[in-house]
């Protein structure tokens, strides 16, 4: 992303099933950064379930229902970036 925006380097696009997902995932990443000690500067979204953003400077983590994900239309919108695709 820092070729196409400054205030970046990656984002991370995920999609949950349902709000409680959205939020499931959301909290796992936050939990598993307090881990290992990264710190999230900002975060939102978090008890609606619908869109819930974490900004950990560098990283900018993403995660949608899939309504809010289409509507919102971030894949398209940064279609120019370079895609890493990454699986565990």
Known sequence: MRNIV?????????TGNSDRQVRGIALGIEA???ELAVPVRYKQ?????HW????????VAHIFDKDSRVFYGLDHLWQDAKVINWKK
């Open 32 to 34: 598993g950064l307090e």
């Open 52 to 59: 819930a953003l974490l900004d950990l400077g560098d990283v």
């Open 45 to 49: 979204g978090l008890n609606q379930g």
């Open 6 to 14: 400054n205030f970046c380097d990656y984002f991370v696009l995920a």
